[in-house]
Every structure is written in C-alpha cells, then in structure tokens.
C-alpha cells in the first residue's frame, strides 16, 4: 500500500480496534504491525507516529494470548494471499527495541519506551521468559540517563512498575533485581554533577523520582539481598568489592546531601557506571530526540534580577529538593528497612505516641497544653532537622507475673523528615537483695529441685563450688577454674590446640631444679611470715574499726531523673553538643506546630474510585444504585488490595467514615511510601437519598475527571 494510504488507516484507527473482538481480526495483527512499522522508518513529522506507537503497544500481550496467530501472507511473485502461522513475538519485540531507542519524537519515544516496558512486565509473567527481554532492561537503564528527561522520566515509571515483579526477574537470573539496584545507583551519581547546580526544574524533578525509585526498590528487596557485594568488583581498589551494596546505596545518597564533589576526595567512593557488570552496557547509544518544548533556563544574574521573593524562594526550595529527599530517604531506609511492615500491619506505618500518653501528670486524653506543665517531660532539637521529646513514665513489667525492675522508665518520642517514632527504655539493673530473693523464691516454687532445663543446642555447665560466694571452701583456685572454664566453653580463645589456658608455664630459659626450690622456698617463706604478721593485727584491739553496712537503694524520686541519665549517657550533655541540641521553649506555638506535624501523611496517598456499570446503564442515578456487580468485576477488586474495616483501620481514609456511613469495608493497599484506599460503589449503602448524595460527593461521575 502506498504509505498515504497507511497513515490513513493507522490514524484512523484506534487501538480498541483489537479489544472488539471482531470475527477474524487477528489475522490483521501482522499487516498492522508492519504499517506502523514502515511508518516509523520514515522520519516524517507529518507521519502519525505517536499512534502508530500506539498501535504496536497495544499488541504486546497478543502473541502470549493467542499462540501461533494466523497471518495473512503474500506468496512472492503472485497476487495471492494464504494464511500463515509464524510467531510474530520476535517481529513485534525487535521493533520496539529499534523505536524505543531510535524514535526522533518526544511523545512517540515516550509510548515506545512505555510500549517495551510493558512488554517486559507482561512476558515476566510467561512460564518461559523471553531472551530479549535483558536486552529491553538494557535499553530501560541506559534511558535513565538519556539528555530529555521526559524520556527518561517515563523509563524511571516503569521500572517503578517492575518493582512489583522483582521475584520473575529472579527467576530470569538471581542477581537481576540487585543489577537494576546497581544502576540506579550510578546512574544517580553520574547524572548528581550537573542536577545539582542546574536551573531547570525537570534535572531537580528526574533526580527527585530516581531516588524515590531507589528507594521503593531497597524497601522491596530482602535485606540479605542488599548486604551481598555488587555484582563486579572495582578492579582498581581490591577492597571494594568487599563493600555490600547498601554501603554503595548510602554513599550516593550522602553525595547527594553533602555535594557531588565529596566523592572526589576518595578514588572509587561511589559507583560508576562503568563499574557495572560485563553483561549490561551502560554506554548503549540512543538517538536524539526533539524536544516537543523548550526547556526555559536562567543564570545566575537573570534570577537575581528577574525573579520576585516569591519566586526566589521557590527557586531557593528547588534547589533544595535533591539534598531533602535525599535526606528523607536515608532516614528512612535506618528506621524502617528490614523492619516494614510492623506486626501492626502495613497501615501503621509510624508511632501514634504522643506525650500525654502514659503521662501520670496529664488527664487530657489528647495532646494540649496541660502536657507542657508535666515536670516529666522535655522536647529539644537535634541538629536543627529533628524533634526529641524525653517523657518519663511508670514502667511496666517485662512479663506477666514479673515484678518491676524500677518504677520509671524513659519514652523518646522522635519527630524528622520521615515520621514520627517512638522508643520506651528503662536501667537494666537489679540490686543483689533483689536478685538473692528471686533466686530464693524459685528454689521455693520448684520444691528445692536443682534440674535446670536448657535450651536447644546448649548444654549444662557444672560448676564447683568455688564459684559460689557463699560457700566456705577456700581450696579451690577460682582464676583456675574460670581459665578451664573459658577453654572448654570457648576453645577459640585457646593459644594452641589441646593447651588448656590453666596449664602452667614451662620454667624460664637457663633456670635449673635447685634455683626453682631455692624460689619456691623464699616465697612460702615470706607467705608464712605475712600470715603471721595478719595474726598479731586481728588480735590487737585498737587496730579494729566497727563493722561497716552496705547502704540500702534508693529510688530517684525527680521526675526527669532517668530522662537525664539517658541525655548522660547519650552524650547530648557534652560540650560538643550543645551547639546541636537545643532546649525548646514550651508555647503554643509549639504545640500548633506537634499537632501539625502528628496530622501529616508521611506517605503519599491516593483514593481511586470504582464503578461496576451494568449492561444497559447509562445514568449515574442507576450506576450509582448498584449493590453488586458481576463475578469478574468482584475478582478485579479484590486484586486491587486487601479488605480492612474501616471501623478499626489505621491508614489512609481518603473521606471514608468509620460510623459506618460509607460502608463497612474497602480495598486497601500500602508500601512504606504509598496508600492508596478505593472507594468502591458497591460497598457503600445506597437505601436511602442520603446514601446516593454521600456516594455522590465522594465518588465524581464525571467522565471528564
């Protein structure tokens, strides 16, 4: 066909063509992947390349769910066409590897990269992956790095995308997931140089997303899979590739808060690009792209006399935003990986302590001013970024039936960029009184039994007398036994190999028998002689002082005193801290300011609404009715998020109501840095004019939104 005619057809047609399920339209798959073929091997800007793009991105999931498709073909030399079964997967692929790294246009290179990433997430999904499928990852990272960074914007959103299939990626190789990781890694510090000091924003937005990427993939990996070396050694430095990736991770990330030049202080500080495994090729060339709008930038001398304060200061808060998210990050990678989520549930993500919880001093059962005029309780700031609140509350005991070891324990309430966390400690220490009547009472509670039982894979030591205080007998040589002790309970600490640590010492070097009993003699004579000299000073009267009795314990009675201990044993008393921890003053404006950051989401949030529309409705009276939908409709929502009661829910609402108002149940979904709660039609009540005006206010009909 003449390419007029084929840039008629694809730009006519729309890729819900395919999903209509016309009798025999598979067998135009193939004639429509080879127009949008030859039209994009045409760099013509009248050419309808984006929906050519389209169309062949809409044909990703067809050779996987129809095999061995019939395709009409021309036989050569002749007019005729027959039906033909060829797999046009590799056909399809090979042209979305070309466009996706050749298209001349923004938007076409955009669904093109977008087109091959969802080829990816697709064929992770077969039982046999497909070869190429390392050669499209390959294209993805190298676009990471590309020069428009809506291109590269998009490659960030689809490796977001392949987070969630991180375990297929294993099952292609083992060390994939960590590879991604590692390119992530470089390609934030090749690109930190110049995002740091540029003035366009989409350089700040692109870096902003490449970390937050980063960090949804730390948070989804096993930390047992982060503490492995990377995947190629640093020739040059012999003791890198001893370094687990996390060490690479967080050096990125403190480059990326301190300055890109702090990395050239130390050869092989960060990872590079080209330290990346033999298998991936960092350096894989892309085409360029035209841009579909210029990107507006400003010098120095421009911004300062161009801009107004408003606009300085958003200026100023730009360039901030590396060095902030980086910040956050960090913070939150040492709080929460490894440990998310909590036996809570994803939901609770951060402490709903506050300091009038637990507090004997307050009655408000919310935080208010009452709780500044608590002797218990201090709040500073930590190197001007966090807020540190000791309380002092009664402790509880360690177990049921256990008493309590002190009567306060310390509560450090932590307010940073991250979240809010909280910590409860108390002094680990017991008095010997204490200890001696617990002994006693189980003695007492076991009938006088001395069977212990022991733990899997230890074994009961038995010990001589001489190791009990009490006993009397004065033979046994303590220091001997605790070295014979330590050399068969920890035989790694013993010199040599079967040389017990309580063997005596040859004799020195050039000493004979007769000067050995010459020694010997002296010094039993001179013990001798000191026990006598012992004797004459018990019998003299003056030379004996009154017997002396071990004062009792007291219990610190300040209400701030263990609070204090722990600031001690911190540090934050010291000299060199008091430059960096502050006292605040207790005001109203700093409870507006706790109650403000208690109210924040730490995550960001999403509510999707979601509609069953039956078969003939078309009014959003009737659609709106709906109680129920249909199986597969069922199906797909409860793959969308696991069920919580929005009675007891924790997380995001999104304008639910726990009354019951909006319903009973909804789906929810959340990861360390996103919720997202669906309002669902169906399980909100509909029986009344009430019910439809709340549905309505919380789910917009409008085709437009």
């Not at 840039?7 to 025999?24: K, W």
């Not at 809506?150 to 392949?162: E, N, P, T």
Request: hydrophobic share 35%.
């Amino acid at each position: 066909l003449h390419l007029d005619v084929l840039n008629t057809v694809i730009h006519s047609c729309s890729p819900r063509f395919f999903f209509l399920g016309l009798p025999g339209f598979t067998m135009l798959v193939g004639d429509f992947i080879t127009a949008a073929a030859r039209i994009l091997s045409h760099d013509s800007s009248e050419a309808p390349r984006i929906e050519a793009q389209t169309v062949l991105g809409s044909l990703v999931c067809f050779p996987n769910l129809y095999l061995q498709i019939p395709l009409l073909q021309t036989v050569p030399g002749t007019d005729d066409i027959v039906v033909g079964n060829e797999d046009i997967k590799d056909y399809l692929v090979n042209i979305l590897l070309k466009t996706a790294r050749n298209e001349p246009y923004e938007a076409a290179r955009c669904i093109a990269v977008c087109s091959l990433g969802l080829w990816v997430c697709e064929e992770l999904m077969q039982q046999n992956i497909h070869h190429q499928v390392e050669d499209a990852i390959n294209v993805l990272g190298v676009t990471l790095k590309f020069g428009n960074k809506a291109v590269a914007h998009v490659a960030c959103d689809l490796f977001q995308l392949l987070i969630s299939h991180w375990e297929h990626l294993q099952r292609l190789e083992r060390s994939l997931p960590k590879k991604i990781i590692e390119i992530f890694v470089a390609t934030i510090a090749f690109l930190l140089p110049s995002a740091e000091h540029s003035t366009v924003e989409a350089d700040k937005k692109l870096m902003v997303s490449l970390l937050l990427c980063l960090l949804d993939w730390c948070m989804a990996m096993p930390l047992s899979l982060l503490l492995e070396p990377i995947t190629m050694p640093v020739l040059e430095d012999p003791t890198s590739h001893k370094a687990p990736l996390l060490d690479y991770i967080y050096r990125v990330l403190h480059c990326c808060v301190s300055g890109s030049n702090l990395h050239t202080q130390q050869s092989h500080y960060l990872l590079s690009l080209s330290d990346l495994s033999a298998d991936y090729d960092p350096f894989l060339m892309l085409g360029h792209v035209q841009s579909s709008e210029p990107l507006l930038s400003h010098t120095a001398a421009d911004l300062g006399s161009l801009l107004t304060v408003a606009e300085g200061k958003e200026t100023r808060d730009l360039a901030a935003l590396i060095p902030l998210t980086a910040r956050m990050i960090m913070t939150h990678l040492v709080n929460h990986l490894g440990h998310h989520p909590l036996s809570g549930g994803p939901a609770l993500l951060h402490s709903l302590v506050s300091e009038n919880h637990d507090n004997p001093f307050v009655e408000s059962s919310e935080l208010s001013s009452e709780v500044f005029n608590s002797p218990n309780l201090q709040l500073f700031v930590f190197n001007d970024s966090t807020l540190v609140s000791y309380l002092q509350v009664p402790s509880e005991p360690s177990g049921p039936g256990e008493p309590h070891h002190n009567s306060s324990q310390v509560r450090v309430i932590v307010r940073d960029i991250s979240g809010k966390y909280s910590w409860d400690g108390g002094v680990p220490y017991r008095t010997q009184e204490g200890v001696n009547g617990m002994h006693q009472a189980s003695e007492n509670s076991s009938n006088h039994s001395t069977t212990k039982p022991t733990s899997p894979g230890t074994s009961e030591r038995s010990y001589s007398p001489g190791w009990d205080s009490q006993s009397g007998c004065e033979e046994v040589d303590v220091l001997d036994q605790l070295l014979e002790d330590l050399g068969n309970s920890s035989p790694e600490c013993l010199p040599q190999p079967r040389l017990r640590l309580n063997q005596p010492a040859p004799s020195p070097c050039g000493m004979n028998l007769e000067l050995e009993g010459a020694i010997v003699e002296a010094i039993l004579r001179q013990t001798q002689q000191e026990e006598e000299q012992v004797k004459r000073w018990n019998a003299d009267v003056s030379g004996k002082a009154a017997s002396q009795r071990e004062p009792t314990p007291q219990e610190p009675k300040a209400p701030f005193y263990f609070c204090r201990l722990l600031l001690n044993d911190l540090g934050m008393n010291s000299w060199d801290h008091r430059k960096s921890f502050h006292l605040l003053k207790k005001n109203s404006k700093l409870l507006r300011e706790l109650k403000n950051l208690d109210s924040r989401q730490c995550r960001e949030t999403h509510k999707i609404a979601v509609f069953y529309i039956g078969e003939g409705q078309e009014d959003k009276c009737s659609i709106l009715s709906n109680s129920g939908g249909s199986q597969a409709y069922e199906d797909f929502v409860s793959g969308l998020g696991w069920e919580v009661d929005l009675a007891t829910h924790c997380g995001f609402m999104g304008g639910l109501q726990r009354n019951g108002s909006t319903g009973h149940t909804a789906p929810y979904y959340a990861t360390s840095t996103v919720e997202v709660i669906l309002h669902v039609s169906t399980r909100m009540p509909s029986n009344s004019d009430d019910c439809l005006t709340k549905k309505v206010q919380l789910l917009p009909l409008d085709p437009r939104s």
